[in-house]
Every structure is written in C-alpha cells, then in structure tokens.
Nanobody, 125 residues
C-alpha cells in the first residue's frame, strides 16, 4: 500500500520561502506521476505541480505558481519536494502530495490514486 507523508508547512510572511517534502513508501509502480495539490478554505482542491517518474521527467505547473515553485524528486530519499519562493497570501492552503499510476491529466486531482494527509502553509501580508 502506497503511503505519502508531507512535512514542511509553516507560517511565513509575503515574499518568504518554504520547502515541502513528501516521503513515499510502499511504492512499487515503475511509471507514474507525483504531484502537489492545495486546497484553500472554501475552494476546490487544485493542482500545483506534477512530475513524472519516467526517464523523461516531464513537469507541469499551474500558471499561478510558474517561476516561483519548483517540484523535484529525490530517488535516494524516496521524496518528492516542492520549493516555494516569493510566497503570496493567495498561496495559503493545505498542501497535499499525491501519486497516480493510471491515466488522467497530471494536474487533475481526480486522476490521483493515493494521497498524503496534508500540511498547512500560511502566508501573511
């Protein structure tokens, strides 16, 4: 059974940086996607960034985070990370990591098969 555990969420001020990490275990699929999603109060969960685990390492970002967030995979540590720079109050949300091994769009929450419990990111102005 795949398990994902996020860490790194904190409260920061506008313009600050955070690095989220997601530890993955029980993972046996050779071709899949790992993604970061977020959900703000009263809003739907949205895709933030996604990366394929195949050799091509395809990456997608939501328009709202392009140029500020970077997703990466550390195979040695079995983690998927999200480096977040130039944070804005609009980035405040619970951030989730997820994995999918079937079809569907890389940034679509409904395509993902396994989820972490989430970590809170709060950006104050």
């Amino acid at each position: 059974q795949v398990q994902l555990v996020e860490s790194g969420g904190e409260s920061v001020q506008t313009g600050g940086t955070l690095r989220l990490s997601c530890k993955i275990s029980g993972y046996t699929y050779s071709r899949t996607w790992l993604g970061w999603f977020r959900q703000a109060p009263g809003k739907e969960r949205e895709g933030v960034a996604a990366i394929s685990t195949s050799a091509g390492r395809l990456i997608y970002y939501a328009d709202s985070v392009k140029g500020r967030f970077t997703i990466s995979v550390d195979n040695a540590k079995d983690t998927v990370n999200l480096q977040m720079n130039a944070l804005e109050p609009e980035d405040t949300a619970v951030y989730y990591c997820a994995a999918k091994w079937n079809g569907g769009q890389a940034l679509s929450p409904t395509a993902y098969n396994a989820w972490g419990q989430g970590t809170q990111v709060t950006v104050s102005s």
